[in-house]
């Protein structure tokens, strides 16, 4: 046991020093925001197998992976065992907890419903489309990264908490009815504002008298031009307000923390995105997309929550602790090297042994690691089933070239993302959408629905549509047809400058 604590104060070490274009590697790798298509079901992964199922049918069979153990070979090193395993496990093709509703173009949900190509999307959450990490009863979110806690309506861009009709604009705390604006909070009716605290009927930072803010904002939302250029021309980053001793950008409530983005009550920790909720999360070093309350000492760890403690190196970890280089773990303890357990202990490549056992041959095969120099590394490229520019790490930071990425030996797609454009689609180039849409003679913008008929074509070559629920939201809320790809979309909301 004591061997054991003195190798996780290795890895503690090792991953408390990493640079953040390498967290944002090894890491961010792991998180693929593409579904692909498949003959029978849309999938996670992009290259089909036989041991890749339907996520029902997964659940069903769960409790037989203990069965599908294999036992440690000497002679073997410790991700050349993982990888065996890896391809004998059964894997879903998306990942689900709980119970959802009209989710199969989500990977990564729990307890919602009406939701469609999105990622991580958590606890009774509704209609939300093209985003990334909605959380906590968030309701109508479209193209937008970072939505948390009961808020609603929010269309195009990140970092909204507690906050309602939310439109272009990114940092929004406790707010309602905001355009174009950045680094609000306790405010209403706002446009093109920044840096305000609990103010009302502002137009670039000046007050307004009631009657005349509406009859501005009448005006200044038929700018067509606003909605197209407004994410290029601004250039305003989060001022992490409420944090103490922190860098990077959009922490809140955070203390001693460097190097965060999206973070949220997460103190003395290096390397996070997407990470906090509830309570305070300590010790969180190289971790990503980590939900719930309580969370401490993750290591290399990329989805977990649920009040997890003392993960290393390992992905998609719930209500769990002391887990070793595993994937996809729900309720488990003391597990090493395993894949798709549930309410299991004391396991190694998915066989369980006695406590006592399982200690002795878990520092065996540390040992070996830490001999080979590999103790702290990350899972291996070649372990990565992802294309990489398909990841929150190109997402992250897109910097990352083709030559880089293949020379390292990830895999890199080339070719087009058509995971929901039938066939038979009818391509309408988008320098024609105005063709579609229109401003009426009382003043409001009218989208014709045959839009839904159409496949878009962006002017990079990418294709996307419209699906009802978002012309619903596009004609209630007065907003124009978006012009680009939604995983573009997505990317807007890493842009920082």
């Known amino acids: 046991m004591q061997d054991i604590k003195i190798r996780e104060d290795k890895i503690k070490e090792k991953r408390k020093k990493t640079s953040r274009k390498t967290f944002v590697q090894e890491v961010g790798s792991w998180r693929s925001l593409v579904l692909y298509r498949w003959p029978s079901f849309v999938s996670r992964f992009p290259k089909e197998k036989e041991n890749i199922v339907k996520t029902t049918y997964f659940e069903e069979e769960r409790d037989n992976l203990i069965k599908s153990w294999q036992t440690i070979q000497q002679d073997k090193g410790f991700f050349d065992q993982f990888g065996i395993l890896w391809g004998n496990a059964l894997h879903p093709n998306i990942l689900h907890y709980a119970q959802n509703e009209n989710c199969d173009f989500v990977d990564v949900c729990l307890g919602s419903k009406n939701c469609y190509l999105s990622n991580v999307v958590i606890l009774d959450c509704s209609n939300v489309l093209y985003s990334l990490s909605a959380k906590e009863n968030s309701h109508n979110v479209l193209n937008s990264v970072s939505v948390i806690n009961n ?25 309602n009815n905001i355009w174009f604006s950045t680094n609000l909070a306790g405010c209403s009716e ?110 290399c760890v990329y989805a977990a929550g649920a009040g997890s403690q003392n993960l290393y190196c390992s992905c998609h970890i719930n ?58 590394n990350a899972f291996p490229w070649w372990l990565n089933p992802f294309y990489f520019n398909d990841t929150l790490a ?85 907003l124009p047809l978006p012009e680009i790809h939604w995983l573009e979309r997505i990317k807007l909301g890493f842009k920082f400058k």
């Open 151 to 175: 808020s609603e309506n929010i269309y195009f861009w990140n970092g909204i908490i507690e906050s309602f009709n939310v439109f272009y604009s990114r940092y929004i705390n406790t707010s």
């Open 190 to 299: 706002c446009i093109f504002c920044d840096d305000l605290e609990n103010q009302s009927y502002c137009i670039k930072n000046k007050q307004y008298m009631k009657e005349e803010y509406f009859e501005e904002k009448k005006e200044i939302l038929k700018n067509k031009k606003l909605f197209a250029t407004y994410f290029d021309e601004t250039n305003r980053t989060w001022l992490n307000k409420w944090s103490e001793n922190v860098s990077w950008i959009f922490l809140e409530k955070c203390h001693n923390l460097e190097q965060g983005i999206y973070g949220f009550q997460v103190s003395d920790s290096h390397n996070i995105c997407s990470f906090g909720w509830k309570n305070t999360n300590t010790d969180i070093f190289d971790a990503m997309n980590g939900w719930s309350v309580g969370n401490s000492d993750y290591y």
């Open 319 to 376: 209500n769990s602790s002391n887990i070793y280089y595993s994937y996809n773990l729900t309720v488990c303890s003391y597990c090493l090297g395993c894949i798709g357990l549930k309410n299991q202990s004391f396991c190694i490549f998915n066989k369980q042994y006695s406590k006592e056992e399982r200690f002795e041959k878990a520092n065996e095969i540390f040992a070996q690691m830490d001999r080979e120099w590999i103790l702290w």
């Open 394 to 478: 190109y997402l992250i930071d897109d910097t990352f070239t083709k030559e880089e990425v293949t020379k390292q030996w990830y895999m890199r797609r080339d070719e087009e993302i058509k995971v929901d454009i039938p066939a038979w689609a009818d391509i309408l180039e988008v320098m024609d959408l105005d063709k579609y849409q229109r401003f009426n003679f009382s003043g409001e913008r009218e989208i014709n629905p045959e839009i839904l008929k159409k496949v878009i074509k962006d002017n990079k070559g990418n294709y996307y549509r419209i699906v009802p629920m978002e012309l619903e939201f596009l004609q209630k809320y007065g």
